[in-house]
């Protein structure tokens, strides 16, 4: 059974599988084992992934864990140039300016007071023309630019066009500014976290995991970290450490996208 529109949707899948939750579905995709088009119904599932998932809720439903499925997956997908290590994880994003300490003085070479001043105001006023426009989206990479070319010492800004790099998959670019952001100030959240998802992206795993935490020494509560680092520890067969982080999603998020997984995870260590 497809769709009206000639898809196989996520609710086909999942009708004609009954082993396989949409959170598992979703998993999958992290991984890169199935790489649905997106259309306006939602996510729509080619041969290839239909035979992916097929595999997969026949193994789940001889009671193998998820885990073990997943990981031969990969190993017989693995060094496919087709392979896709992204995990879409929606950027953090700065949305409120604290006082940070920068050089004010010409004889430092740093901003004016009127400089800085100009460059907060373009920086709230791009921060609030963000949404998924493209349209929009270019008016708020120029005014970051112009915020940036004020005072370059905003590192609000530096996060945030960082963001939009990412979003266009301009990972180095987005690497770049993030790693600049850090550089200016180290204690942001969000330029570690994001960073992480770059590097992930990258399947620089290892660099990953220790941006990863990087960012949850800043905010040990951020349930959406704690996931996606378990991610990368599933894909650095690093079990053990992945899961205090799939416990700690479960105690933050009980009622999140990805609880019920977290708890499958755990319990099948």
Known sequence: MVSDAGEVTTRDVLSRYPPLREDQLRYLEKWGLVQPARTPSGRSYGFADLAVIRQTAAALAAGRPLRVVV?????????????????????????????????????????????????EALFLEGSALESDDPDQAERA????????????????????????????????????????????APDYFEAHYNRANVLHDAARFDQAADSYDAALALDPDHADAHFYLAVTFEKLERSADARPHWEQYQRLAPDGAWAELAREFTENF
Do not use: C, K, M
């Open 71 to 119: 990981r031969q997956l990969d190993a017989e997908r693995h060094g496919q140039l087709t392979f896709d290590f992204r995990i879409e994880a929606t950027p953090a994003r700065v949305i409120a300016l604290t006082p940070r300490q920068r050089p004010v003085s010409p004889e430092t070479g740093g901003p004016s007071n009127s400089d800085i001043s100009r460059a």
């Open 141 to 184: 990479e120029a005014l970051y630019r112009r915020a940036l070319e004020a005072d370059p010492y905003l590192v609000a800004a530096l996060i945030n066009l960082g963001n939009l790099h990412y979003a266009r998959n301009r990972l180095a670019e987005a690497l770049a500014l993030y790693e600049q952001a850090i550089a200016l």
